[in-house]
Each structure stands twice: as C-alpha cells, then as structure tokens.
Nanobody, 124 residues
C-alpha cells in the first residue's frame, strides 16, 4: 500500500501563488507516476499535472500550462505543484494520486492511490 498526504492549500488572491506538497509513504517503489487532480462541480476529478517518478517527464492540462509546475524530490518521496498566476477558476479541492501503470495517464480511474485532498481558494 501507498499513503499520500497533501498539504499547502489555502486562500490566495487572484494572481497569487501557492505550492502544494504530496508526501508519499509505504511501497512507493511500485508506483510509476504521481499526478495532481482537482474536483469539478460535478464531483469528478479533472487532471491537472503529472510527473513520472523515474524520468521526471511531465504533462499538464492545457488550462494550467505555463502557470503550474510539477516537480519531485525522490529522496523525500514528495511531489510538488507550484501554482502561479492563480485565477478564481482554479478554486477547488486538489488531490494527489499515484499510479502503478506506465504511461501518461490523465483519467482518475487509472490511478491506484489517492490522498485526502487540500482546498485551494482563489479570491477575485
């Protein structure tokens, strides 16, 4: 099993920045990629960004390209999401997820482990 714990959410004004952290523990060696998703009004989870643990390859949703940066610290087994130029539409609960499957996976069903989520609120 793998446990994921998110932190770093909060309230920020439009144009501000936040950095989310996802600390992993347990049998993390069996995971291929770590991703961030965010909750939609329909309670689904939309893909935001992912990083491959071994290579550092990244992928981003179009809505966050150029504003968000995902990175990893393999020594600390932690993945970060640096969010800049935040907009009110970025307001959501952000979830960290890890997958055992290989590939650029952008659907929540493809991920095996999830954190509890952290709230990000961007005021206008």
């Amino acid at each position: 099993q793998v446990q994921l714990v998110e932190s770093g959410g909060g309230l920020v004004q439009t144009g501000g920045s936040l950095r989310l952290s996802c600390a992993a523990s347990g049998r993390t060696s069996g995971t291929y990629a770590v991703a961030w998703f965010r909750r939609t009004p329909a309670k689904e989870r939309d893909f935001v960004a992912l990083i491959v643990r071994s290579s550092g390859e990244t992928s981003y949703a179009d809505s966050v390209k150029g504003r968000f940066t995902i990175s990893r610290d393999n020594v600390r087994d932690t993945v970060y999401l640096q969010m800049n130029s935040l907009k009110p539409e970025d307001t959501s609960v952000y979830y960290c997820a890890a997958s055992r499957k290989r590939g650029i996976l952008v659907y929540q069903a493809e991920y095996d482990y999830w954190g509890q989520g952290t709230q990000v609120t961007v005021s206008s």
